[in-house]
């Protein structure tokens, strides 16, 4: 369990590029466990930026243990407290309510506004004393036997025992580090997005409901949905809209989002959704394309000295809700298999990070195309016919995902991960397959294997056996 207090220096000096999610949680992560941390952000200054973020039980649980709960104390006020997410047909009736998850898991989920979550993160990091530097970008990765290193775009050379790529989606450090150049697809969707107050919904009798408390609505419609949240008592709302978009685009980004292309998508829909969306300031509005990438056959380098994590190694799709929370739980692992591994071992714990990271994140990231897929593809015809059909249309809480403890379970299967990697063997079954370990034989079938071998495409890795396996089980 995370100590209380902080762990007595490792000797292990670890150097994390990119202060998101992730990065802030390996570097905070990373100093409880002992660990000599510095913190690079490209940034140069912290900037409350973004709209709604999720962070589910799983990454709750992490939250909760930092600074004896004084963070989680902080984002309670800040985060959604509503009882219920309330999914409609596209045209106004109910179709199911799936009660929040809340401390159903054991500890309680934090959805808010990424950057005022963001900076209590940084805040707490910078009490605990992590040395953070700002303006600071990286622009190479090394490594040899005894060490991995960075070097800055002003020149600076850095050195550490290990070093993490925690610099999101569009992540230097994948193809740095990789030599992979996995160049992204379009998902064939885009997210319209925003946040503003509800003072102008307020004075309307169709969206004053949205003024008056916290709530969680959702509609569905043929390839769209659209999620509406009010927070802070009904001070801010946020939604966001997912839709199909074939525009061909380099990566993931974000352009302004413009009210008459919403409505050409929902202008029929439920009246309170057109209501809102009229209502929207447009300059609050983003239109953010999401693409796709391949799963990466490996998050780490050939010396075991860099890793990546976070969106940099896996990005995720809106409909999984765990993005953030993934890359959180990156971080705890990393730092307690390079605890548990110590300073003569330091590529053990990045090896053993991999190995318990991996198949966790690839199934989290299913359940977001799984989720999207049920809600844009139901029968709508029918959606109401039955209850079944009606509940269906749920939003699933897998307790595989959400009881999770990320460092109790990290610190309980490190010693036979360890013993398997040290062994050479391919994978530790208790723990689910892991990278690089599927291959096609000589009749195409997918099969286990061993790294020695030509990586499956990702697509393989999906269709071949990855999907069925997991979708079943969500
Ligand atoms: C500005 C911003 C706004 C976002 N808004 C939302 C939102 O509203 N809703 C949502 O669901 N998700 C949002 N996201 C994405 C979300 O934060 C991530 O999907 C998730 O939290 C995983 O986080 P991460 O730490 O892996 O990556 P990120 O949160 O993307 O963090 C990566 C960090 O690395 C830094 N970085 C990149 N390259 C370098 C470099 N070469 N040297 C040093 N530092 C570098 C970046 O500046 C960034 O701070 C946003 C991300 C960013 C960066």
């Given at each position: 369990m995370v100590s209380p207090t902080q762990h007595p220096p490792s000797g292990i000096k670890v150097i994390i590029v990119g202060a998101g999610f992730g990065g802030i949680t390996a570097a905070i992560e990373c100093h409880n466990k002992g660990h000599d941390v510095l913190l690079l952000e490209a940034f140069p200054e912290l900037k409350i930026l973004g709209d709604v973020i999720s962070l589910g039980p799983n990454a709750g649980r992490i939250i909760e243990r930092w600074g004896g709960g004084s963070v989680a104390r902080e984002l309670h006020p800040i985060t959604h407290n509503n009882k219920e997410l309330v999914m409609h047909r596209f045209d106004g009736p109910v179709v199911t309510r799936t009660p929040v998850t809340g401390l159903v898991f054991g500890s309680p989920a934090f959805n808010g506004h990424r950057g005022e979550l963001h900076r209590c993160f940084f805040a707490f990091a910078q009490q605990q004393g992590i040395k953070i530097r700002l303006g600071a970008r990286v622009v190479e990765y090394f490594e040899d036997a005894d060490k991995a290193g960075v070097v800055l775009e002003n020149g600076e050379r850095l050195e550490a025992d290990v070093v993490v790529?925690?610099?999101?989606?569009?992540?230097q450090a994948r193809a740095l580090v990789l030599g992979y150049d996995d160049k992204p697809r379009s998902s064939g969707y885009a997210i319209w997005r925003t946040w503003f107050t509800t003072e102008e919904l307020a004075k309307d009798p169709l969206t004053k409901f949205f003024s008056e408390g916290d709530t969680h609505n959702g509609w569905i419609g043929p390839d769209v949905h659209f999620l509406a949240a009010t927070l802070k008592n009904g001070r801010d709302v946020s939604w966001v809209c997912t839709h199909t978009d074939e525009k061909d685009i380099e990566e993931s980004y974000s352009f302004p989002g413009k009210i008459e292309d919403v409505l050409k998508v929902v202008?029929?829909?439920?009246p309170v959704v057109v209501k809102l969306v009229k209502m929207?300031?447009?300059?609050?509005?983003v239109d953010w394309k999401l693409v796709y990438r391949d799963p990466?056959?490996?998050?780490?380098s050939k010396g075991a000295r860099i890793c990546i994590l976070g969106d940099a190694a896996h990005p995720f799709l809106p409909?999984?809700?765990?993005g953030a929370s993934q890359a959180m739980e990156d971080g705890v692992v990393l730092a307690c298999t390079l605890f548990c591994a110590g300073k003569s071992r330091v590529p053990l714990g990045v090896r053993a990070y991999e190995r318990i990271r991996y198949e966790r994140c690839r199934r989290a990231q299913l359940m977001g195309e799984t989720v999207r897929d049920k809600w844009h593809k139901a029968d709508f015809d029918n959606l109401m016919s039955s209850e079944d059909n009606m509940r269906a249309m749920d939003l699933p809480h897998p307790p595989w995902l959400f009881w999770h403890d990320a460092e109790k379970h990290a610190l309980d299967v490190f010693p036979q991960v360890a013993k398997d990697i040290e062994a050479g063997k391919?994978?530790?079954e208790d723990i689910g397959l892991q990278t690089g370990v599927l291959r096609r034989d000589e009749n195409g079938t997918v099969v286990v294997g061993n790294r020695d071998f030509e990586q499956p495409t990702g697509e393989e890795l999906v269709q071949g056996l990855v999907k069925e396996q997991l979708t079943a089980e969500l």
């Open positions: 790529g925690a610099d999101g989606v569009k992540s202008g029929d829909w439920d929207t300031p447009e300059e609050n509005m990466l056959p490996t998050w780490i409909t999984s809700i765990q391919f994978g530790t």
